[in-house]
């Protein structure tokens, strides 16, 4: 019989980000222009407090896209000063506004805010972050949430190679709200096996070298060596760390060290260009799913 595919000898899959993102894009795109013929546009409201540059870039990237694909994209950019109260008021407001169907508080927050606090205020309903408890509880059970965007874009990277996950046991290395744990729960929908292995587990090598699709997420450069990868694997690397290079300046790798492991697998991520650009492509899907049940609300 024939062999399933992930155990063929066959060059790796550099599973490409940039394009995925850019296909994605492209099919909200068609969407969204469908909807402004009917007069209707879903609107995403992006709120920066302060000057963090890496902030800043990103923000300006969200609002660029969002305005590429047809949608309505508000910002507000507000001092470093600004106190908890008026930005829990900020929230408030756009939680009421009916052109508003997204609301993203841009991380992290000045120290004299409590960013839990301020996350908690956004409606559900407008999440498209995912992080809202009410959310992380629907992902939790099975019902239909608002998911974050890089487990999305993690899963969406996973089956460009293999379509069907089923069966297949994935391990994901990092417990976090953010990534670790909702990309825990899609690979669970998508009926996978999952270990969740982090700082305190045992033998992590050992686990890790069981799985079929390894996702990494702890925020270490290049802690997933060739010896941590199981033969065949379908490997996503959720990492970005800026490191420094040996002749002066630095550069950003994944928590997987690229180079070391893709020859031993089936698919892999490149950092960058691999997870990080389906992040935002899945903040404009969110967007738009929430514009689409704002709709089915008031039907």
């Known amino acids: 019989c024939a062999l399933p595919i992930w155990e063929l000898t066959m060059p790796p899959m550099i599973l490409d980000g940039n394009a995925a993102a ?21 609107g995403l409201a992006v709120v920066l407090v302060g000057e963090n540059p890496a902030s800043k870039v990103y923000v300006a990237n969200k609002a660029r896209q969002t305005k590429e694909i047809g949608m309505l994209s508000v910002e507000h950019r507000l001092p470093a000063e600004t106190s908890e109260a008026d930005l829990l008021a900020l929230v408030e407001q756009l939680n009421h506004d009916p052109a508003i169907h997204g609301i993203l508080v841009q991380l992290p927050l000045p120290e004299h805010i409590n960013a839990e606090k301020v996350l908690e205020s956004i409606s559900p309903d407008k999440d498209v972050d995912g992080f809202h408890a009410v959310n992380a509880g629907k992902l939790a059970i099975g019902m239909n949430a608002l998911v974050p965007c890089t487990p999305l874009g993690s899963v969406y990277l996973a089956k460009m190679y293999r379509k069907d996950l089923s069966g297949l046991h994935a391990v994901v290395i990092g417990r976090s709200n953010i990534v670790g744990k909702p990309v825990a ?6 009926n996978c096996t999952v270990t969740i292995v982090h700082s305190r587990t045992k033998n992590i090598a050992d686990i890790c070298r069981q799985a079929d699709l390894l996702v990494a997420a702890i925020g270490k450069p290049l802690f997933v060596g060739a010896d941590m990868v199981k033969d065949g694997a379908i490997v996503i690397d959720v ?9 002066g300046g630095s550069k950003i790798v994944g928590d997987v060290d690229f180079d070391a492991v893709k020859e031993k697998t089936a698919a892999i991520t490149p950092v960058p260009g691999g997870v990080g650009p389906m992040t935002i492509a899945f903040l404009l899907a969110n967007t738009l799913r929430a514009f689409e049940l704002s709709e089915a609300r008031t039907q």
């Open 239 to 247: 990492g970005i760390n800026r490191v420094s290079k040996p002749d």
């Open 185 to 190: 729960q899609l690979l669970l929908q998508e």
């Open 22 to 42: 850019s296909h994605l894009r492209d099919a909200l795109r068609q969407k969204i222009a469908a909807l402004a013929a009917q007069g209707k546009q879903p």
